[in-house]
């Protein structure tokens, strides 16, 4: 598989939803999540452990008790379980997302 950023956000928009997964196998699964600026995180805890990639954007991030500013660079990570949300939007978030395993 291969597919650049513009492919994978042009395809996320075109679905009108703010996360289009981009890769599924058993042990993985990846997506593109894209929140607007002001715009609300309606994510609830996962059953996989699950790491970001911020592409672009800040916001603030909060999962169990650590809370942080995040930006262009930013790569976090929580355990399956963890009650974690994006807040704070300051300019559009386009974050990568991957799964282990696959999102159920």
Do not use: C, W
């Amino acid at each position: 598989m291969f597919a650049s950023l513009i492919e994978i956000d042009s395809q996320r928009a075109a679905t009108g939803k703010l996360y289009g997964e981009f890769l599924r196998v058993p042990a993985m699964s990846a997506g593109l999540y894209v929140l607007p600026a002001g715009g609300t995180d309606p994510q609830r805890p996962h059953n996989e452990d699950e790491m970001y990639y911020v592409v672009r954007g800040r916001a603030r991030f909060k999962a169990g008790t650590e809370d942080r500013e995040v930006s262009a660079g930013s790569v976090l990570f929580v355990a399956a379980e963890v009650e974690h949300r994006f807040y704070d939007i300051k300019e559009e978030l386009a974050v990568l997302v991957f799964f282990a395993p696959a999102e159920t």
